[in-house]
């Protein structure tokens, strides 16, 4: 079925060091693949999106990583800083017509000053 | 702000009312998204709109719900005599097209009492 998930729950880091949150996904017949930040009170924030014809993706800061032998997405961020400190999702939208997107649990990014 | 704006952000309400929250999608875009996000969870998909058709309802979405997209502008979520479990956080998201970011707004959080 499709689900997508999250190996960790919870990841702490020091300000300056680089991030990597990893996400699973279970099914093989999405194509669209999408990463948010969510702060405490607000809705999730987009952050950056890659295709399934993509294997790689940059924007400020930010690389996603999309591993479909494995089925595995990864968001790096390079340089975190405090204000990165939030809740990170991935979500993936299935092949075929349906325009829902299916979050995992998330990522609790910590930044330690 | 062009970005997707929700009214009320919190509504307090007792079981067996009826509520209705609004969605101003980003004005260019013609696809608009309900989802439901509860406490440590990722959002969850309940219906989508391109312009004014409602073309996809999640089984999530009871015959207690209903949304409406009148003009293909602005969107309403109306739940009837709600229950306990309607208690959430309900997020509405626009995009401009297939396979393009979905943008949320802040949500509405719902309790019931």
């Known amino acids: 079925g499709e689900s997508v998930g999250l190996h960790l729950p919870t990841l702490s880091v020091q300000e300056g060091d680089n991030s990597i949150i990893n996400c699973a996904y279970s099914?093989?017949?999405?194509?669209?693949f999408i990463w948010y930040k969510q702060e405490s009170g607000k809705g999730p924030q987009f952050i950056i999106d890659i295709r399934s014809n993509m294997d790689k993706r940059q924007g400020q800061r930010v690389t996603v990583l999309l591993n479909k032998t494995v089925k595995h997405l990864s968001l790096q961020i390079a340089a975190t800083q405090p204000g990165d400190s939030a809740v990170y999702f991935c979500a993936e939208k299935t092949q075929g017509g349906s325009e829902k997107l299916v979050f995992g649990k998330g990522t609790k990014l910590t930044v330690n000053p | 702000d062009t970005g997707v704006s929700q009214n009320p952000r919190h509504k307090i309400t007792k079981r067996g009312q009826n509520v209705t929250f609004r969605c101003d999608p980003i004005s260019e875009h013609n696809r608009l998204y309900w989802y439901r996000q509860t406490l440590g969870q990722g959002p969850e998909f309940l219906t989508y709109?391109?312009?004014?058709?409602?073309?996809?309802k999640s089984r999530l979405l009871s015959d207690r719900f209903s949304a409406e997209r009148p003009k293909g502008s602005f969107s309403t979520l109306e739940i009837q005599r709600t229950e306990q479990g309607d208690s959430a956080m309900y997020l509405c998201a626009s995009s401009s097209g297939h396979n393009q970011p979905q943008h949320f707004g802040d949500g509405t959080r719902l309790s019931i009492l």
């Open positions: 099914n093989s017949a999405s194509d669209y």
């Open positions: 709109f391109q312009n004014e058709a409602q073309l996809e």
